[in-house]
C-alpha cells in the first residue's frame, strides 16, 4: 500500500497520491465518456466527450482533495499532527500520528468530509440551477450536475458505518463514547466495514454474471480496497495503543557489537556478518558513531575488492533516516523504519549510540504488552 508519490504540499500538510488511484481515473474517464456524457449529450462528437470526461475527473480529483483537507484541518486544530494526505480509490487517509484523545474529537473529525462533499453537492447544485437559468450551454450543465451527483455519492458513501469509512469512525466514536473502550469500539466498528466490503464485492460479482463489466469492477475493487483498510486498521490501532508512550531507551538493546571504520570488507564479512549474523552493523570512528554498514551494501561490493575497500567507505553515513533519540516514542521509530525500509535503527543520546532498536525488539515488546492487556 505504499506505492504512491508526492503531488504537492498544501497548508503544510504533503499529499500524496497512491498508484491505484489511477486505476479509478482511467475508470472514472471511461465511464463517462462511453456512458454518461454521450447519453446527456448525444449532439457532441466522441471526442468533446473525453474532453469533458477528462474535466469532470479532474474535478472530482479536487472534490475528494477538500474532502480530504476538511478531515485534516479538523485534526490539526486538535492538536493531531498530520503527516501526509493520500488519495486512494473513494477517497484518501490521512496520516495521523496520534490517535484522537477523545470520541468527541474523533467524531467531528470524521463528520468534516462528508460535511465538505454535502457542501460541495450544494454547490454545483446551485450551479447547475444558475448556469439553466443564464441558458449556458449544455455541455457545461451535465459537467455541473455531474459533480453535483459525485459529490452527494461520496458524501453518502463515505457515511457507510463501516471502519474506515467516516460512518465508521463516527460509528466508532459513538461506541467508544458508550463502551469507553477504543480497542473493542475499533473491533466492531471494523467488522462492520468487512462485512460491507464482502457484501460490495458480492455485488459487483453479481454484476459481472449479469455482463456488466465496468459496474462489477467498480464494485469488486472498492470492496476489496475496503477489505484490506478494515484489517490494518483495527491492526494499526492495537499496536499504537500497546506502544505509545513507551521510550526508545527502554526498548532498545545496549550492547551493540560496532564495526571500526577502517575494517576491510573481507574481514567485516568474516569477523563480523558470519559471527554475529546479523544484516548491519554500525560504524565508529575514534568513540563516535560514523554510519551503518549493511549487508546489502557488501554485496553491491565485488568479492575481489573486499580486501581493499573498508567499512566506512560503503557505509551509510549518519542521517535522520538511521537514527533516533532514546527518548523517542517507539511508535515514532516504528513509522521512521518503514518510511526508511530498515528493520533497525542507531539510538543515540547526544550523539553517542546509545543502543539499537531492532523491528524485533518491537515485536517482542509488542507480544508481551498484548498478553498482558488481553481483556
Ligand atoms: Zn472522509
Not at 500520528?97 to 462533499?117: L, N, T
Request: charged letters at 15%; glycine letters at 8%.
Amino acid at each position: 500500500m505504499n506505492r504512491s508519490f508526492r503531488l504537492a504540499t498544501l497548508f503544510n500538510i504533503p499529499v500524496e497520491i497512491n498508484y491505484s488511484w489511477f486505476i479509478i481515473l482511467g475508470l472514472v474517464i471511461f465511464t463517462l465518456a462511453r456512458g454518461y456524457f454521450p447519453l446527456t449529450n448525444p449532439e457532441l462528437p466522441e471526442a468533446a466527450h473525453w474532453l469533458l470526461a477528462a474535466a469532470a475527473a479532474l474535478l472530482l480529483f479536487a472534490s475528494l482533495l477538500a474532502h480530504e483537507f476538511s478531515h485534516a484541518l479538523v485534526a490539526v486544530r486538535h492538536d493531531l499532527p498530520i503527516h501526509g494526505i493520500t488519495l486512494f480509490v473513494f477517497g484518501g487517509v490521512a496520516h495521523m500520528e496520534k490517535e484522537p484523545s477523545a470520541p468527541g474529537i474523533e467524531f467531528k473529525m470524521a463528520a468534516a468530509g462528508p460535511a465538505m462533499s454535502f457542501l460541495l453537492a450544494c454547490l454545483f447544485f446551485a450551479l447547475t440551477q444558475i448556469s439553466y437559468g443564464l441558458g449556458l450551454p449544455n455541455a457545461l450543465l451535465s459537467l455541473l450536475n455531474y459533480l453535483f451527483l459525485i459529490n452527494l455519492a461520496v458524501g453518502l458513501f463515505n457515511l457507510i458505518p463501516g471502519y474506515p469509512l467516516d460512518g465508521g469512525r463516527l460509528l466508532r466514536a459513538a461506541l467508544w463514547h458508550f463502551l469507553k473502550n477504543l480497542k473493542r469500539a475499533t473491533r466492531i466498528a471494523s467488522f462492520f466495514g468487512k462485512a460491507f466490503a464482502f457484501a460490495l464485492i458480492a455485488y459487483g460479482l453479481l454484476h459481472l454474471l449479469a455482463g456488466s463489466l465496468v459496474a462489477g469492477l467498480w464494485f469488486i475493487f472498492i470492496g476489496l480496497f475496503l477489505q484490506e483498510a478494515a484489517g490494518t486498521s483495527y491492526q494499526q490501532i492495537v499496536l499504537r495503543r500497546a506502544l505509545s508512550g513507551v521510550p526508545v531507551g527502554k526498548v532498545m538493546t545496549r550492547s551493540v557489537v560496532t564495526v571500526p571504520a577502517g575494517l576491510t570488507l573481507d574481514r567485516l564479512v568474516d569477523d563480523y556478518f558470519f559471527r554475529f549474523r546479523y544484516t548491519s552493523f554500525p560504524v565508529v570512528e575514534d568513540d563516535a558513531l560514523r554510519g551503518l554498514v549493511t549487508l546489502h551494501a557488501v554485496k553491491q561490493v565485488e568479492k575481489k575488492d573486499w580486501p581493499r575497500l573498508t567499512a566506512g567507505e560503503i557505509m551509510l553515513p549518519l542521517d535522520e533516516k538511521l537514527t533516533i533519540g532514546a527518548d523517542h516514542d517507539v511508535i515514532d521509530a516504528l513509522a521512521r523504519m518503514g518510511a526508511a525500509g530498515m528493520s533497525r535503527l542507531l539510538v543515540t543520546d547526544g550523539g553517542k549510540l546509545a543502543g539499537i532498536l531492532t523491528q524485533r525488539d518491537i515485536t517482542r515488546l509488542f507480544e508481551l504488552k498484548s498478553k498482558i492487556d488481553e481483556e
